[in-house]
């Protein structure tokens, strides 16, 4: 990890962190980053070329407050003189996110996508009557990667027979550690996505690819450009995320029968349940670029430094609640940033919210103790997204 | 529209900063009774009395909203004569 720091990042500030590999990582990687709260709540990591780690939900909530000075725009870790492949809005800076923010706002409102519970709710407990008299199930791979993929594949109107293919395309993309890697996974998915995209055009259907095409920006039609990097952030946000953060939870869940007994006891208390599993075991965090030469709470940094802002722990913050790292159901104030805050607040999240709580409803109507399976390999990756790959549950029929 | 209340209890109005609502819909999710969304999602309950016997809602919508941008202001029948 021999590189040049650069001369405006204080010695005391560097610490040795690989937010692919680093040990802390391994396993737990939710447990990684929250042992991160060790260090400085600005640190200078001196890989992919060097860049800033951001935490602490002070300090996660005033970077995402900031674009100003944290821009989505040109966002590279490791950095590249390579054109951005976009992925709209995300990548967009006000106000020119706004305009394209706005396209897609309504159809994720918690009114358009609450017409999705009931059809999430037949889905998930089909999968679960599916294994549920086997006394096991990779909990991960044939039901928490199946359930948001599908509701997306109905969303977009694509077919479903590429669902195998659609999970190993986002870990492609998540995984990535190089600029030839992720570039190849964007390939990968875009691929796909471009030929549907361009046969929609014109059409009358209420899907979000053929109602997207009727829209305007800047008072012209989108174009096919547009729409790919709309599509794109779609997938890869609308997915993976899921299925990641109920795997991880889970997992928890299942290591803690004690849980499991007051869920199974209190179903009502399902949606407070979904907001603890949120602040300790959301999978995302965000990157940013620094688009000035600024002083950013104390710290001096430069324009073009990069930045990890890890939102994905600013909910177990120790300043913010007590015994952060532990789940309590009644923790009065479920406080966390999984799905960011301010401009790029994540849209999808009221699908999100819904998709978590009808899978915990429908499985714990049915399986109510349930554990994972003995010496089982449950493999995880770090990362600016997290992902666990597969998690083996077993229990008493 | 004011409250008739008859006694000296405070009346409590929802104040919500609209240009710092991002649509995190938490306010609803905690204050169903209270608070109302747009079509696309964003708070529109800027203004409004809380509901008699809703006040542990309204606080809690308050203290749920990631933006920080509801506040909930006592009134007491005296000032409560002010123009909307």
Known sequence: ?397 | MKPTTSSTTPSLRIHVDRKSCYGHALCVFKGPEVFELDDEGYCISDGILVPEGQEEQARASAEACPERCITIIEETASNDSSED
């Open chain 1, 1 to 397: 990890m021999a590189m040049d720091i650069p001369p405006h990042v204080p010695r005391e500030l560097v610490f040795d962190f690989d937010f692919h590999t680093d040990q802390r990582l391994r396993d737990d990687p939710q447990r990684g980053f929250r042992s991160l709260y060790e260090l400085p709540s600005i640190f200078y990591a001196p890989h992919y070329g060097g860049h800033w780690v951001i935490s602490g939900y002070e300090t996660v909530f005033d970077a995402l407050h900031s674009p100003d000075i944290f821009s989505s725009e040109d966002q590279h870790i490791p950095p590249s003189d390579e054109p951005q492949f976009g992925q709209i809005p995300v990548m967009q800076d006000p106000p020119e996110h706004t305009v394209y923010r706005r396209l897609i706002s309504p159809l994720l409102s918690p009114k358009a996508v609450g017409a999705l519970e009931a059809r999430t709710r037949v889905l998930a407990s089909e999968l679960i009557e599916g294994f549920k008299d086997r006394g096991q199930c990779d909990f991960v791979r044939e039901f928490a990667a199946l359930v948001p993929v599908t509701i997306f594949l109905r969303l977009m109107d694509l077919p479903t027979d590429k669902l195998e293919e659609f999970r190993k395309w986002s870990d492609d993309f998540f995984s990535a550690g190089t600029e030839e890697a992720l570039r190849a996974a964007n390939d990968q998915i875009l691929a796909y996505i471009s030929g549907h995209i361009s046969s929609r055009r014109g059409s009358g259907a209420n899907d979000f690819i053929s109602a997207l095409w009727r829209e305007e920006v800047h008072g012209r039609p989108i174009t096919q450009e547009e729409m790919e990097a709309i599509c794109m952030l779609l997938f890869i946000a609308g997915t993976d995320t899921v299925t990641n953060t109920l795997g991880f939870s889970m997992r928890h869940i299942a290591e803690h029968p004690e849980i499991q007994e007051r869920i199974a006891s209190n179903p009502s208390e399902i949606p407070e349940a979904v907001e603890e599993c949120l602040r300790l075991f959301s999978t995302s965090n965000v990157q940013r670029r620094v688009a000035c030469d600024t002083t950013f709470r104390g710290v001096a940094m430069k324009r073009n430094d990069m930045a990890v802002v890890l939102t994905s722990t600013a909910g177990a913050d120790s300043e913010m609640t007590d015994n952060a790292e532990t789940f309590m159901l009644d923790r009065g104030r479920k406080q966390h940033l999984a799905f960011g805050a301010g401009p790029h607040r994540c849209a999808g999240s009221h699908l999100a919210r819904i998709e978590i709580k009808v899978c915990l409803q429908e499985w714990f109507k049915r399986i109510a103790r349930f554990g994972i399976k003995p010496a089982a390999e449950v493999p995880t990756r770090a990362g600016t997204v997290m992902g666990i790959m597969s998690l083996p549950l077993t229990w008493d029929l």
